[in-house]
């Protein structure tokens, strides 16, 4: 049965730089080519961003190869809507991270599971499944 799923900034970061870092159900769920992976460009925003600052340099060849590498591994990149920015927009304030609101709200328009390694997540008490403990 295939799934759809769409990968947390760490899980994406993980999985092209430390695959062991990941679980072996989540790096099984990422390799099945029955499985449809979707990255989004909220993930190329974050690195950029944390790489910039200097928190993540390690992130450096994920932004500048991101194309490539999503190509390579078959993933879909997810472009930013409208509507995931209004869904983002209406979440309450549990969680203040914009790249996290984004994504949560991707998932959620797109009905995509968002596959990330932790289980605090702000949601809509709504149908995002979060697949956790990558």
Known sequence: MMASYLLDTHTLLWWWVCPSSLSANARAQIANKDNQIFISLINLWELGIKYQKGKLPIAQKAVEWFEILAKEDGFVILSTKLIHARTASSYQQAHSD??????????ECERLILSRPYQT????????LVQCKL
């Not at 914009?98 to 998932?107: E, S, W």
């Not at 997540?121 to 995002?128: A, D, R, V």
């Open 98 to 107: 914009p790249f996290d609101r984004m994504l949560v709200a991707q998932a």
């Open 121 to 128: 997540l702000l949601t809509k008490q709504k149908t995002i």
